[in-house]
């Protein structure tokens, strides 16, 4: 492990809400309060920035404890991705480390210049044209301007906004602004790198361009701290992962791990649903009734052996007799990528008109097919000529495939990483010629 770039040692903070005003109801009350607003205000402020023993022990309703006690060190080079949902306090890490806000209890040691872009034009004049951002924005990250003319052909070029270089901030799109944000933060030479998730905001080339560049920074022995939602450039950027859920630090270790864990404690989609004929979703000739996942044997189930079969099944109602119904699933991975879609391919029913009553329509997906994570399952269902959509559920039911080592799975005997969206069993032919070699003549 090299030298450290960052180190946080039992950092808390705690934020002071705003809460409700009543309203007087009376014109001497209202009066009286307005006498006494200079002091209460002064109060309010004070307050905002002192806690007592009751606030931190959470007896306070307008106290919230954005991050607890969380304490770790990254070293020089490392590119470390930040995990945790929307409020898990991630951003707020961000913010401390940049020096935007300071922790209420801990400590934060920072080896190195810092470089952040934490939300879009972040730093950015409106008024000020892209190149005198370019400038001013260098000048806030603590650079001279010889540094910043250096620099500054190979940040246009990058940002792609070559064109409105001359033009507003403030006649910029958000996308416009992120680009330019990105590559003078990215191009100032930073020890010390830290993008929250802004880059959702450009373009899938834009990306691209960005992870490839993040991924350049950290080869040249700096530091990057990167927070996304995107799971798949978290996998191919990072090498470390640090999860963070209700302001505490769950796990740190190998990105692998952490990911794996992020999606254990997501909001969880359950494996069967089931609606009442008052609730059920569907339109005038048909509606769902229930989903469930199960194994062989038709019992509900959570979770897989990444060897064994898994049945879906639909449970649903045909209101109107005469219609040809098509129903249909989609299985999506954990980070939304479209695995496949399967349609209904029974012949009793493929181009006939159904009788109105309750169906159950199954289909089992082979075991060796999936790789292992949570899946989630879209249902749908159109009626045919004229094409009426009926129904459709999306992320209705999910479940857990399990990896193994085992001689009968896609893995075998190979315990190493093995990655893709998909792992299916497939049936390889090796043949062997022997070598013959001529023996030398005696």
């Known amino acids: 492990m090299g030298n450290t770039a960052i180190r946080v040692q039992e950092l808390t903070k705690f934020y002071r809400i705003g809460t409700g005003i009543r309203a007087q109801d009376s014109f001497a009350t209202a009066a009286w309060q307005a006498v006494k607003s200079p002091l209460a205000n002064y109060r309010k402020y004070r307050a905002l920035y002192r806690f007592d023993e009751h606030d931190e022990a959470g007896e306070s309703s307008d106290v919230i404890r954005a991050l607890s006690g969380i304490s770790f060190e990254v070293a020089e080079g490392d590119v470390v991705g930040i995990l945790g949902h929307n409020g898990a306090g991630k951003s707020t890490l961000l913010k401390i480390l940049s020096r935007i806000t300071p922790p209420t209890r801990g400590r934060v040691e920072l080896h190195g210049r810092i470089s952040s872009l934490l939300e879009v034009g972040t730093g950015f004049h409106q008024e000020l044209t892209g190149r005198e951002n370019i400038y001013l924005n260098g000048t806030i990250l603590g650079m001279r301007k010889r540094e910043v003319d250096r620099k500054f052909d190979e940040i246009v070029a990058f940002s792609g906004v070559e064109r409105f270089l001359d033009t507003p901030i403030k006649r ?5 602004r992120v680009r330019l944000a990105f590559s003078v933060a990215a191009h100032l030479e930073p020890e010390i790198l830290i993008i929250d998730e802004v880059l959702a905001v450009g373009d899938a080339e834009f990306q691209k361009k960005c992870i490839n560049k993040m991924q350049d920074v950290g080869r040249q022995g700096r530091t990057v701290l990167f927070v996304s939602h995107n799971m798949p450039a978290i996998l191919s950027l990072c090498s ?42 569907g339109g005038d000739s048909a509606r769902l009734l229930g989903v469930r996942v199960t194994d062989r044997h038709g019992t509900i189930c959570d979770a897989f052996d990444i060897r064994e079969p898994i049945r879906l099944e639909l449970l649903y109602e045909v209101t109107r007799a005469g219609c040809e119904l098509l129903p249909h699933l989609f299985v999506y991975n954990e980070e939304g990528v479209n695995l496949f879609g399967t349609l209904e391919d029974d012949a009793r029913w493929r181009g006939r008109e159904r009788h109105s009553g309750i169906y159950r329509s199954t289909v089992t997906l082979p075991g060796n097919l999936l790789a292992p994570g949570r899946h989630y399952v879209n249902c749908s269902a159109i009626t045919l000529n004229p094409n009426v959509r009926q129904f459709v559920e999306r992320s209705v039911v999910a479940f857990q495939v399990i990896d193994t080592v085992a001689p009968d799975s896609a893995r075998g005997d190979w315990a190493g990483p093995l990655g893709g969206v998909m792992r299916p069993k497939l049936s390889w032919d090796t043949e062997h010629r022997p070598v013959i070699t001529a023996r030398a003549a005696p």
Do not use: C, H
């Open 172 to 176: 910029y799109s958000s996308g416009m």
């Open 240 to 281: 470390r992962g640090i999860l963070i859920n209700g302001g505490r630090l769950v796990e740190d270790g190998p990105i692998q791990s952490v990911v794996e864990g992020y999606s254990q404690i997501r909001t969880i989609v359950p494996p069967a649903r089931e609606w009442s004929e008052e609730k059920a979703p």
